[in-house]
Every structure is written in structure tokens, then in C-alpha cells.
């Protein structure tokens, strides 16, 4: 199984008048979180520049938690709506999270974790009709791939799933950060995405990839 196509590209969307005018940042980000026909109610969440409670899926993806609702920065919303079809193209309709927004430090350091700002989300598990539940900390298989082989051989169907997913969330330049059991034992159990603050953004896309 291999990654069929990069995902590596220049933005294919500018974000509507982001780099023109930011006397009203929030609107123009909900706004383009309309666009991706996401609803969302307004928040307020200490630490959070455009705190926005999602209500519906996100590019047809249901992001669920046990213990708190999708509330987090307009801008990681968008990503995530964005990001969508990455999920639905690999069977995925589902997904848990915990920790989107939560009021912490970095660990090991005196540095606010981007959950702090509502930037990032954990996520957990994945669910499809065909292909059950996968968990990050039981499905994903560690060290596959290099800079020019991102898949490597998953010896899995889940783990094939799981990386590829990795893989396009990476390329997609729609994350600063994708952070997944290969980086430290601390994310041993999901996949750690965060995105760009709204007002450093010219485009729903970066033409680098995530740093990972």
C-alpha cells in the first residue's frame, strides 16, 4: 500500500480578505467555517483569540469527547473542516478527543501548551463502518517511513490506515504541528494536531509541510 499522491502543494484557497483586513478576524474566520457548512455557536474560553463551540461535524468528521464540547480557535476548526476528506477518503467518520482546550504547560517546561490557546486537539480513536474502531495507542505501528518513503510497509490494515492518515495531515500544510506516537512516549495513545493562529494565516494552506 502506498501513498498515492504527495499532498504537498501551494494553497488552494485564499482565506476571503485575511490578508486585506483584520478589523474583524473572527468573522472572517466563521465565515469560512460556514463555508465548509460547519455550525458552531460563539464561546468564551481564557486564552482562546477566536473561541468558537462546533455543533455539527467538520468536513464529515464527528469529533467527539466523554468529557467536554468541541470548543477551540476558529482557526484549528477550520483546519479540521478542511482536513475532512483526508478522513472520509480512508473510511473514517468518527473520531474522539480529549484535551482541545486545556489550560496547561508544555511538559517539562514553563512554556503554555497550545492547548492553552484552543490551537490543538488530541485525538484517540478513529471509527468507520468498515473498519471498526482503530486506537493510536493499540493500532498505530511505530517507525515506519523516512522523509522520502513517508508510509514505509504497515504490517496492518489499521496501521496502513493510521499512517497514510498521518502522512496527508503532515503534507496537507493545513497543520503547524502533527505530533503521533513516534515523536515521545507522552503521545504514545494519539495524534496531536495544531494549527497556525488565524492572523498568521494567508492561506487555508502552507506550502510547507506540518513539523512533526
Known sequence: MRLVAPYVFASIATLGGLAAAHADPLGECTAELEAHGVTWKKASRPGIAHPVEVTSALGGLTLTSA????????????????????????GIERASFSSAYSRRNVR?????????????????????????????????EQGLGDDVDCL???????????????????????????????????????????????GDRSA??????AIH
Not at 515523536?183 to 504514545?188: E, L, R
Open 108 to 140: 517539562g517546561t514553563n512554556r503554555p501548551s497550545k492547548h492553552s490557546f484552543g490551537l490543538a486537539i488530541d485525538v484517540h480513536t478513529f471509527t468507520g463502518p468498515d473498519l471498526g474502531t482503530l486506537r493510536v495507542d493499540r493500532d498505530y
Open 152 to 198: 514505509g510497509t504497515p504490517l496492518t490494515q489499521g496501521g496502513a490506515v493510521l499512517k497514510v492518515l498521518q502522512c496527508q495531515l503532515v503534507r496537507s500544510g493545513l497543520f503547524h504541528l502533527v505530533l503521533s506516537p513516534d515523536y515521545d512516549d507522552a503521545h504514545h495513545d494519539h495524534f496531536h494536531l495544531e494549527a497556525t493562529p488565524w
Open 67 to 90: 468529557d467536554q464540547p468541541l470548543v477551540i480557535d476558529c482557526s484549528l476548526a477550520v483546519s479540521l473542516a478542511e482536513a475532512g476528506h483526508y478522513f472520509r477518503a480512508l
Open 204 to 209: 487555508l494552506r502552507a506550502t510547507t509541510q
